[in-house]
């Protein structure tokens, strides 16, 4: 549809009148502006020409911002539901710290043509001093009677914190936007995140984490069109830009949001999405332009990514591990392999550990590290580690039915299990339904469990050891936190992480390193495994320094 065209002394005239009135049509998911009477720049106290612009890239700006997306909200369905026009909110005066109330009603009209426009007239009452907008103004109690009620109403487009469009709106907005591109335009997607945002909410309050958002959300505006920008929820945002070149207004963006509110602000994380790969819809854009801000998930200064080649090739493995996990587990593609654990002093197999592998019928070996990520931040990490302990339970049933010797069987289980659901109950639920002794399965949990909630982790370790069960710290010395690890939990057994094994003939500190960390652990009465065990060198010197037990290729593979 094509934006109306008024007569141009028709125009002239209607610009003129004294009355405070705004036309306006709704093409392509927007609301267009198209004329504004010299009345309404009167009492808005901006020139024809800057009302004009401020209407069609950021309308609400001045708005109350508890009103703000109340009153999108009800413009947007005034536009598109043909209902007319009744609202009531607060602007903010022009230079000035007080607010008037304006009292907005619109009517739809048939041009000759049959195009439906809109026509708003607005009614301003002044209200002098933000202390007695909230309680002096005659007409105030009744107002604000009717802003209170209007406010019951469910937001359904703009998010009420920033008068953003949400995501539902936004990505609507952003499919209408790609119909308009020309031959040789594209359209971006730029995902936004702040980074440390909990952390912050917990030093300064939530009022002032909003506060933030609030004004993240101004700067997003000053840049882009105010309806190409979107608070998703939380604090993560969005926009959508024909611009071939955004580098430097990102740069600009970065700077202003470093000094921001009083300088309590957080740096911003940027992924970024050009269509230049196959067609897809918005929604799946915007995903790709997260990923490619999720890479720097980490970082603590502000920056930005693309979605290049090697992201879009993780981005089909990891639809394709979200597609199929559920055949997956149906059909049995994902089971366990089970790799022995061997004494030192003896080499006799004294315990084994369980080892996820998704062997797919069209792709083959599927790794680890592709679908345990993925299913980690999908949510559904949980529902692997269940199958993998049904699959240890079968495998004891199995060789306890034709009288084979068992060991205790270890099993790696996610952080996010705990979180997803009572992992401690449904694991003694299912050994206790097939009858097997909980001395049986031990639990590990990597070395970066240090991500989640300490007290809340060590009551989950308390209650594993409780029932019965032993739980060990699997890839010990991987990262930067292992001692206070060992000082806050309780654990039967260190896993030495296998690059202690690599570095031992090429580096002359690992040997001595590894020595004092054995000789810590007797001391701590904690059992030690050295993974990655290859060659009879490194088991060699494992025995001199006290290792208890060894696990590697020099005895067997995973099977």
Not at 112 to 133: M, P
Not at 326 to 351: M, S
Request: glycine residues 6%.
């Amino acid at each position: 549809m094509e934006i109306y065209k008024f007569d141009e002394q028709y125009r002239q005239f209607l610009e003129r009148v004294c009355i405070p009135f705004a036309i306006y049509q709704f093409v392509d998911q927007r609301i267009h502006t198209l004329i504004v009477s010299q009345g309404l720049c009167d009492i808005m106290q901006m020139s024809k020409e800057d009302v004009y612009y401020l209407f069609d890239h950021d309308m609400y700006r001045d708005t109350h911002p508890d009103d703000m997306a109340r009153v999108a909200n009800a413009s947007y369905r005034f536009a598109t539901m043909g209902e007319d026009y009744d609202v009531v909110y607060r602007t903010r005066e022009s230079g000035g710290n007080g607010y008037n109330y304006v009292h907005a009603q619109g009517k739809h009209y048939i041009a000759s043509d049959g195009t439906d426009l809109s026509v708003v007239w607005y009614i301003v009452e002044n209200v002098k001093g933000a202390k007695r907008f909230e309680s002096e103004l005659d007409v105030g109690n009744n107002l604000k009677r009717i802003i209170h009620e209007e406010s019951l109403i469910r937001e359904n487009y703009y998010d009420s914190l920033t008068g953003l469009p949400n995501m539902s709106y936004f990505l609507r907005l952003a499919e209408e936007e790609k119909k308009l591109l020309g031959e040789f335009e594209r359209l971006s997607i730029l995902f936004f995140d702040l980074s440390g945002m909990k952390s912050f909410n917990e030093k300064y309050g939530f009022a002032e984490g909003d506060n933030l958002l609030r004004i993240v959300a101004e700067t997003l505006k000053k840049y882009y069109r105010g309806e190409n920008c979107s608070r998703l929820g939380q604090d993560h945002f969005a926009v959508f830009t024909r611009e071939p070149d955004f580098e430097e207004s990102l740069s600009r963006i970065f700077e202003e949001l470093q000094v921001a509110n009083n300088g309590r602000t957080l740096p911003v994380r940027v992924g970024i999405y050009e269509d230049r790969f196959e067609e897809v819809d918005a929604s799946t854009a915007c995903d790709r332009a997260k990923i490619a801000c999720d890479q720097d998930r980490h970082a603590y200064i502000s920056g930005f990514k693309y979605y290049d080649e090697e992201l879009r090739k993780y981005s089909l493995k990891k639809d394709y591990v979200l597609d199929n996990f559920g055949r997956a587990l149906r059909e049995g593609w994902i089971q366990p392999f089970f790799h022995p654990i061997v004494r030192t002093v003896n080499r006799k197999v004294c315990d084994e550990e369980a080892l996820s592998r998704w062997i797919d019928p069209s792709r083959g070996m599927i790794s680890p590290a592709e679908f345990v990520p993925v299913l980690e931040d999908a949510k559904l990490i949980y529902k692997l580690d269940l199958k993998i302990i049904d699959g240890i339970i079968a495998y004891i049933q199995k060789k306890l039915a034709k009288g084979i010797g068992v060991v205790p069987v270890s099993v790696n289980i996610s952080r996010y299990d705990f979180k997803l659901c009572d992992m401690v109950k449904e694991i003694c639920k299912r050994m206790d339904n097939a009858g097997i002794d909980r001395k049986f399965l031990v639990i590990e949990l990597t070395e970066s469990v240090v991500g989640i909630d300490q007290d809340f982790l060590k009551f989950q370790v308390k209650r594993l050891r409780e029932a019965g069960f032993k739980v060990w710290m699997d890839d010990f010395g991987s990262g930067y936190s292992s001692l206070n690890i060992l000082q806050d939990f309780d654990f039967d057994l260190i896993k030495f992480d296998m690059r202690f094994m690599r570095e031992l003939g090429k580096s002359k500190k690992s040997p001595i390193i590894m020595t004092k960390l054995m000789q810590m652990a007797i001391k701590l009465g904690i059992d030690t495994v050295a993974e990655g065990v290859e060659t009879e060198e490194q088991l060699s010197f494992l025995k001199e320094i006290g290792c208890d037990k060894a696990q590697g290729y020099l005895f067997s593979r995973p099977t």
